[in-house]
């Protein structure tokens, strides 16, 4: 993989554009991959926990599924092929984090646990099913 910049944007849907929370990295394509996957996970990644009432057992769930953001990010930055420079936007936002390449491919949307929410909601999760 040749030279590549990735951008990871806090873009919550429904807020201003420009919240200030970018950061982008830029070098050889494998270990900017992995600098930008562990950036995510540090930062936009939460485990909730629900406790059931009716039992001792609770339930527990991340936001989003790490592994098909890494596998959306990769395809996208691979798409790019050898294209020197490139970069690739990755907007983090409260129901899905969207993969992009400067509209020369389709974006890549990785959708956020049913059951996560936007802190805007009432109880923070949705009701248990």
Known sequence: MSELQIDVRWRPEGAA????????FRGDGTSV???????????????????????AESTRFWNFDLSDIKTALGKVA???GSKNGAVVRVDVGYQAVAISA????????????????????????????
Not at 33 to 40: Q, S
Not at 110 to 123: D, G, L, T, W, Y
């Open 78 to 80: 691979t798409g790019l």
């Open 33 to 55: 991959l992995a600098e930008a996957v562990a950036h995510i996970e540090r930062n936009y990644l939460m485990l909730t926990t629900i406790k059931h009432p009716d039992c």
């Open 102 to 129: 400067c509209g020369e491919l389709p974006i890549v949307r990785v959708p956020a646990h049913p059951r996560a929410r936007s802190p805007h909601s009432e109880s923070g999760v949705a009701p248990l099913a």
């Open 17 to 24: 554009v420009n919240l200030g929370h970018d950061k982008s």
